[in-house]
């Protein structure tokens, strides 16, 4: 069974973003490609436990193992040396994909405390990245035995060929965007 956010984006979506944008073909509907989860850990420097503990969770969120990111280069004044263990991440794709971005849409987003929306800021190439403050957000973490609180990164990559494209589709998929009223 395909996941219930693909299935509405197959159904629904992608025939709302040709109608929209006037698309004459239908493969170049902006189509989700990948999500990407980054976690850099803070204090990993002093304490090796910091991205062990990080990759735990990030494995527990989305239910795939996480490759650990090392420094690309060596700064005394952080006491970093090149090659070190630094932060985790993880590419989500195909349904795996699609069960994590409904599962923070639907579930994680309006679990966050002081909620207003999420800004609409784009890069200029049709992809979207948001930051959480802490992982406990997530269900599938137990608070109980959380050892450190991490924040984390998540990119949505699109196919759109512009921002224009891609917040309309990442809008369509239901993510929260901050209306004008509320951005003040």
């Given amino acids: 069974m395909a996941p219930r ?3 509405r984006y197959d159904s629904e979506i992608k025939k709302d973003l040709i109608e929209h944008f006037a698309i004459a073909n239908v493969m ?3 189509r989700l490609e990948k999500i990407v989860i980054n976690m850099g850990c803070k204090g ?3 304490n090796k436990g910091r991205v062990d503990a990080a990759a735990r969770d990030l494995a527990t969120i989305t239910g795939q193992k996480p490759t650990v990111r090392k420094a ?7 006491k970093l040396r090149e090659g070190m ?13 699609w069960e994590f971005a409904d599962r923070l849409i639907s579930v994680v987003l309006p679990r966050i405390r002081d909620f207003r929306g ?12 948001l930051g959480l403050a802490e992982q406990s957000v997530f269900p599938e973490i137990d608070f109980d035995n959380l050892e450190y609180t991490q924040g984390m990164d ?11 494209q891609a917040h309309y589709l990442l809008k369509q998929m239901g993510m929260p ?3 004008k009223d509320q951005q003040e």
């Fill in 44 to 46: 990993a420097v002093e």
């Fill in 72 to 78: 690309r280069r060596s700064i005394a004044g952080f």
């Fill in 85 to 97: 263990p630094i932060g985790v991440a993880v590419t989500l794709r195909r349904d795996r994909m």
């Fill in 118 to 129: 999420l800004k609409d800021k784009l890069d200029g190439r049709g992809n979207y990245t």
């Fill in 5 to 7: 956010l693909k299935e």
């Fill in 28 to 30: 170049a509907a902006p």
């Fill in 154 to 164: 998540i990119t949505f990559v699109t196919s759109a060929p512009d921002d224009a």
């Fill in 177 to 179: 965007f901050r209306t």
